[in-house]
């Protein structure tokens, strides 16, 4: 028995290390490599202290972070603002879907509401396309650099596909920083783009109607665009900043004191007073705003005696100006006559509209004396007239008081009253 077992342990054992000798064994060795084929030492990536840490080093983070807080685009409502027409600029996520799409009439509006919109982030405007900041570094870690496509030429595709090149930093801004969109199918804005061959035709401007440009249309100012331009009028179209970069004024030096400057975007005024100052301590900032305030006010008066415009004043004695209908919903003229009764009518259903998100009222009718009867021209617009107006809100909606381009905001304000003393 004994001896059995014995037997058996060595055939195991034997067993046993025929396996091990077959899993180790090496096959044939292969052909000499020639002389000098080892490979070389590859380039070394770049340092992250060197790249990353530049801009993402806690305590840098902490400064810009702390800076943005300030910022409207932190503070402000924006994300409110969700639905498919405005969240492509007042949203983190509406603004990235529209840099998303081919560019098309329609892209730059997102596909549908967005009801819990992200508010504009470090990431709306940043991004990373490589970590070798080398080359052309805002290329790299900005969301758009591309020429912007100016919503205002929507109705001129080709000029619209184009895009308008502000330079790559100022893309970025321009992107949203612009007169609203405008459609063909567009019923409540339907006077764009403006046309200063149509001076000799009238216009209605019925209630409902729109040609406002929405507040912020600073790039259209900065470059001396799509103002109203009268027939035959010189318009200044650049300035001595013309060269400047929204960053350049309004990413200047932070200071700490005054919050102002640096990813604030608020413009740090105390680093303009080499240049922005007169022989008193008086800023030409404040000085060019307050001459193109007077000039707005002068051109709102001008509209108010033609009925272009009412004006209001509030308890605080400041005086307002809005305009006034020439018809009703369904192209009705509005009377001026002493007692004139209201009468308003819409001859669709109440809808809300595909191409603007604003409601198209249904049919209805209103009587009762018209309170905005001694406010009413009695007639339909000269075109001449609907240009002062629009110019009015070109100016008033872009909230520099003309400090972005000072000549071509004065111009396009002066020719304006010039045109409404002009009969």
């Keep these: 028995m004994k001896q059995r077992n014995a037997i058996q342990l060595l055939f195991f054992a034997f067993v046993m290390m025929f396996a091990f000798s077959s899993c180790v064994k090496e096959g044939p060795m292969g052909l000499t490599g020639a002389t000098g084929n080892n490979g070389t030492n590859g380039t070394n990536g770049t340092d992250a202290n060197k790249a990353c840490l530049t801009c993402h080093a806690s305590t840098v983070m902490d400064a810009m972070n702390s800076q943005y807080e300030l910022s409207k685009h932190f503070y402000g409502n924006t994300s409110a603002r969700n639905t498919k027409w405005c969240a492509r600029c007042h949203t983190s996520d509406g603004f990235l879907e529209i840099l998303s799409k081919p560019v098309t009439a329609t892209s730059l ?138 960053i350049d004024c309004h990413m200047n030096t932070y200071d700490p004191a005054t919050k102002k400057g640096g990813h604030t975007l608020i413009v740090n005024t105390a680093k303009c007073v080499a240049c922005h100052v007169l022989t008193s301590p008086t800023d030409k900032i404040a000085v060019t705003q307050a001459a193109i305030t007077a000039k707005l006010a002068e051109l709102g008066a001008a509209l108010t005696a033609k009925k272009v415009f009412k004006s209001t004043t509030n308890s605080s004695g400041v005086v307002s100006y809005s305009a006034v209908a020439t018809h009703d919903y369904a192209g009705v003229l509005y009377a001026n006559t002493p007692n004139a009764i209201l009468y308003t009518s819409v001859s669709a259903l109440t809808t809300v509209s595909a191409t603007t998100g604003l409601v198209v009222y249904g049919t209805t009718t209103t009587t009762g004396l018209d309170t905005d009867v001694a406010s009413r021209i009695g007639r339909e617009w000269k075109y001449g007239e609907l240009g002062a107006a629009y110019n009015y809100g070109y100016i008033n909606s872009e909230l520099s008081l003309g400090v972005h381009n000072p000549p071509y905001a004065m111009a396009i304000l002066q020719t304006s009253i010039d045109f409404l003393k002009s009969y």
């Design 109 to 246: 509006v997102v596909a549908n509401d967005i009801p819990n919109a992200t508010r504009i982030t470090c990431a709306t405007c940043h991004k990373h396309s490589s970590f070798s900041f080398s080359g052309d570094t805002a290329l790299y870690v900005l969301r758009t650099t591309t020429p912007v496509n100016l919503e205002y030429n929507k109705l001129n595709a080709t000029k619209f596909l184009a895009g308008t090149d502000y330079g790559k930093i100022d893309n970025l801004c321009a992107t949203c920083h612009q007169i609203r969109g405008v459609s063909s199918a567009n019923t409540t804005l339907p006077f764009f783009p403006l046309d200063n061959t149509k001076e000799a035709t009238t216009v209605q401007y019925r209630q409902g109607q729109s040609f406002a440009v929405h507040d912020g249309n600073q790039a259209n100012l900065n470059a001396g665009i799509n103002g109203y331009e009268f027939a035959g009028k010189t318009y200044p179209k650049t300035w001595k900043h013309a060269a400047y970069s929204c």
